[in-house]
């Protein structure tokens, strides 16, 4: 057998790697997630279209271009967030470096039938760069996100010497050049340290002067939450390494106001992207994010979190907002005292289409915890998880009893009342209780 490469997080961020008795030290490069392999045929990415066989070993290369990632050759280890899809049996998955014998551990553990199970994992690359998986038993399809990677650090030459005296200060140079209408938060060294502040700097926006907010990496709390304005997009560096939070919640019922949101938008055109938004409560109600008015917000890369109210909702639309989801987690969870949660609601609107692709929305721990609550909105639901303590889809009337359609293809939808059903294509019908297309 080869030499075993071991690794193990050190101070200052580095990652330890050793082998046949040497050792050296890695450093974390943090990326914007990007898709490295997705073996679900109607949206495949990377080099594998059907899922992962019992006691089955599949491997694949990572450094390089692959999927929609490019790793550097230099990559020695990967950060990464696996997501188990579509499990038939009780298993779990194995991610290990492909020139090394199949180890004893798990990375990730599931029951068949499951719902979308992500776990974050980190692991060494093969000399040639390549990472296996292996499934215990069952089939079951697999998604990977690489959010960045260890690559080594250069070598010292020496013992470090004495510290010598400062130099003279030199004469200041010339401000560098920065693209104009790009503002950027971070907890230190940027234009602004909340992105409340940065957004009450913003005066002139408008469709000739279009802004956006870069966020670095990093947890920043807005006591008041935010209000987007329009024509400014927010841009973070990552839902896993950029957060947006606040313990906001309130009295004031998201049905009339916006005020309980983390981030709020009232009739603006914006894009919200790579962040994550939390409203961990403080009142009756707590929303992660609120849409109302005639809102067109796109919401790509997000998460959503709402909890610790007895009303929680991680993406709630009113009237005639139109946002569309691209790639969107939203999770509202209560706890004993809570009435209700709701992932996504989408309420009194006026017969608008919400467009949702790679959606994965959970309510959970409330009397009522619903992963879509519709009234008048039409939802187009594509490959996305829906996944509701007491419905999966709840397609209310609006006053004067109008019901819209919710129209659904290529998602996993799971209620702890309706059981276990993939949609095809088809309708909701306007009941309470689903139906299913044929599988």
Known sequence: MGAVSLLAVTSGGLLAASASGSSSASSFVPITPCRLLDTRP??????????????????????????NCSIPPSATALSMDVVAVNPTASSFLTVFPS??????????????????????????LSSDGRVSFYNNAGTVDIAVDIVGYYQPESAGAGTTGVQGPPGPKGDTGAPGPKPSHVIWVAKSGGDFTTVAAALASITDNDATHLYT???????????????????VDIHGSG???????????????????????????????????????????????????WMGGSSHVELQNVNATAEGSPGNYAV???????????HVTAIASGGSTSTESLAIAIVESSNVFIRMVDVGATATGSTRADALWNEGGWPQISDSRLFGGTYSVDNRSVSGGFTAPVAITGSMIISALSGSRYFCSGDYDGSINPVSCPA
């Open 42 to 67: 109607a949206n495949v990415v990377g080099i594998r279209s059907t899922p992962i066989a019992a006691t089955e070993t599949f491997a694949t290369q990572a450094s390089g271009t692959n999927g």
């Open 99 to 124: 020139d090394q014998p199949l180890p004893l551990a798990s990375s990730l553990n599931w029951v068949a039938g499951q719902a979308p199970t992500p776990n974050a994992v980190t692991v060494p």
């Open 213 to 231: 907010i870069e966020i670095a990496p990093g947890t920043y709390t807005e006591p008041g939450g935010i209000d987007v304005k329009n024509d």
């Open 239 to 289: 839902a896993d390494v950029t957060f947006i939070t606040c313990t906001c919640g309130g009295a004031a019922t998201p049905r009339t106001s916006g005020a309980t949101g983390t981030t709020r938008a009232t009739s603006v055109t914006s894009q919200i992207s790579d962040v994550t938004i939390d409203n961990s409560g403080g009142g009756t109600y707590a929303t992660a994010i």
């Open 316 to 326: 709630w639309v009113s009237g005639s907002a139109v946002p569309t989801m691209d």
